[in-house]
């Protein structure tokens, strides 16, 4: 079994506060950070499982709130902070910033998870940070990324569930306008939380070989698209 130390952080920037759970297994070879929409937070058990998926393949993960606890109120009555890219992408790199300069962490290679909006926002922000080796977005909605797609040089993996029809029709139009290596996996039957048996499952197991191909080992891979 892994052994895993687990932590709750608060980073401060200003008068900003963003809290996350950072999760590092001994020997870790890459660090995950996670991205989504607003009320699916460091808390979510989705994400959780994944993250402890990671684990076993000596993955550290950090889970965090892209939005701060007054932005998720006003998200829950208004939906505006949800489809608000680029406030996500901002905070998303500036967890990257703070994790690539903790001193209690190790010198790891970082990649992205992703989900809903969070996949927007993980492809904008690799775009802006090209030390980011790898993004998987899980029912993302990548084309939200606008531009930025075409700057992506990160291995990209796009998961969605079948029966997502209209979210599979927006990733494979995104899919089409990234160039680093890539691939469209789609999770027969599932639908867009994922919540079928097994479903969840399946993606860990994709979200796990991606980061280790594209994370862990060496550059370099060749490019990768959806057959068909």
């Known amino acids: 079994m892994t052994t895993v130390r687990a932590r709750s952080v608060v980073i401060e920037l200003g008068a900003l506060r963003l809290e996350g759970l950072l999760r590092v297994p001994r020997g870790a070879r890459g660090l995950v950070l996670f991205a989504h929409r607003s009320g699916s937070g460091r808390l979510s058990p989705r994400n959780t499982y994944v993250a402890q998926y990671l684990s076993a393949f000596r993955l550290a993960t950090f889970l965090f709130d892209l939005l701060t606890a007054e932005e998720e109120r006003i998200d829950a009555r208004t939906g505006a902070m949800r489809f608000d890219v680029a406030r996500l992408t ?17 010198d790891l290679p970082l990649g992205y998870f992703a989900a809903s909006t969070g996949g927007a926002a993980a492809l904008a922000a690799a775009a802006r940070l090209p030390y980011v080796r790898a993004v998987v977005c899980r029912g993302g909605r990548p084309d939200l990324a606008g531009p930025a797609l075409a700057m992506v040089r990160a291995a990209t993996l796009l998961i969605v569930g079948g029966h997502d029809r209209q979210v599979l029709a927006l990733n494979r139009a995104a899919l089409a306008q990234l160039s680093g290596p890539m691939r469209l996996e789609v999770v027969p039957g599932a639908t867009h939380l994922f919540g079928e048996p097994g479903a969840l499952e399946q993606v860990a197991t994709l979200a ?4 280790e191909q594209h994370l862990c080992a060496p550059a370099g891979r ?5 057959a068909g």
């Open 90 to 106: 901002e905070r998303l790199a500036m967890a990257t910033a703070w994790v690539r300069a903790e001193p209690a962490l190790p």
């Open 208 to 211: 796990a070989a991606w980061f």
């Open 222 to 226: 060749p490019v990768q698209r959806e």
